[in-house]
């Protein structure tokens, strides 16, 4: 049977071809090394002003970070990852009621990344879920696990929660006010990719997930703690982030970029596969209110700085990210001022 997802209960001996990507393509697996100094911020130090400091200096250098004594309760965490285990592993007639590979869908069991733009797969199965409002959305959501919905609606606001908070970091990390970014950003959605990278025959010829970078304000990235997969573009080189006990991995997405005019960036990342294991990974995201207007913040400007980027709104940014492909240029790049 053709179930279009990967995660059937039927394990492959071999990689299909469209999932061979060209040989200068791949991802070249031996020549990655662990990222040694990945940020880790604890978010419960009592001296603020340090801790605005050290965002600072992930945000500007690394663009990414990892987050510990964050306030998600471990309890809400251990919870999502063991649902998602859960809904993954019901038979595939159960999932494939969700299965769509329309983008605009709000809630749908998909694989890859795009499948009926792109020509090369990914060795991925994902889940995705809008989540904001939630009384709107969960309705929507998987009833089975029976626990699914109370379990996520949990670790949804609990997220939120810690998104906020970033948000306020950040905007004092640029000097800005302490509410520029949410005032900006406006009434924020929320979506979720629950992500499922099931053992892979040749993980050395594909992706989970292609380099790219994301679309939305902010990204709070719950990994997998005994199989990592996760890995960054750190002065040019692939480097893998090793999962860290109780941490999330937190990436700015292109509108925290644009905001800031470019001083910090939204990181190119990706996910590889391996042959032994699967990999489970809970990314939600924060997203501007369609109608936001983003722009470079004034007061990164007004020193005569030029404004890296024009102003857009938040859905014709994302209209123009999912009519493209994945591992295409930066799509920032498309929405810059003529120097
Ligand atoms: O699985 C991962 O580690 C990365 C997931 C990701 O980049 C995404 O969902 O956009």
Not at 184 to 209: I, K
Request: hydrophobic share 35%.
């Amino acid at each position: 049977m053709d179930t279009k997802v990967l995660s059937s209960g039927v394990p492959f001996s071999n990689l299909p071809e469209n999932y061979v990507r060209p040989e200068s393509e791949r991802p070249r697996l031996s020549e990655v090394s662990d990222c040694e100094d990945v940020p880790i911020i604890d978010l419960s130090h009592e001296d603020r002003s340090q801790t605005v400091k050290q965002i600072f200096y992930a945000c500007k250098y690394y663009g990414f970070f990892q987050v510990i004594n964050h306030g998600v309760p471990t309890e809400a965490v251990e919870k999502m990852k063991l649902v998602a285990h859960e809904f993954f592993g019901l038979p595939v007639e159960e999932k494939m009621k969700l299965y769509s590979d329309d983008p605009s869908k709000t809630v749908r069991l998909s694989t890859s990344f795009n499948v009926k733009k792109e020509t090369v797969h990914n060795w991925r199965d994902y889940l995705r879920l809008h989540c904001y409002p939630l009384d709107k959305y969960e309705p929507e959501w998987p009833s089975n696990p029976s626990s699914f919905k109370e379990i996520v609606r949990n670790y949804c606001i609990e997220v939120r929660g810690l998104g906020y908070r970033l948000e306020e970091l950040i905007s004092e990390s640029l000097g800005l006010e302490k509410d520029y970014a949410k005032k900006v950003l406006g009434e924020q959605g929320q979506h979720m990719a629950v992500n499922y990278y099931p053992p892979c025959p040749e993980p050395e010829l594909t992706y989970g997930l292609p380099g790219h970078t994301d679309p939305n304000a902010l990204t709070i990235l719950l990994q997998d703690l005994q199989v990592s997969g996760l890995q960054v573009l750190k002065d040019s080189k692939w480097v893998a982030v090793k999962p860290h006990p109780n941490a999330f991995v937190i990436n700015i997405g292109d509108q925290l970029q644009a905001l800031s005019n470019g001083i910090y960036r939204s990181v190119w990342h990706r996910a590889v596969v391996n042959a032994d294991k699967p990999r489970l990974s809970v990314a939600s995201f924060l997203c501007p209110s369609d109608d936001a207007l983003i722009s470079p913040a004034k007061g990164l400007t007004e020193d005569g700085s030029a404004a890296v980027y024009r102003g857009f709104t938040y859905a014709e940014y994302y209209k123009t990210f999912w009519s493209r492909n994945l591992d295409q240029e930066h799509c920032l790049e498309l929405f810059k001022n003529q120097e």
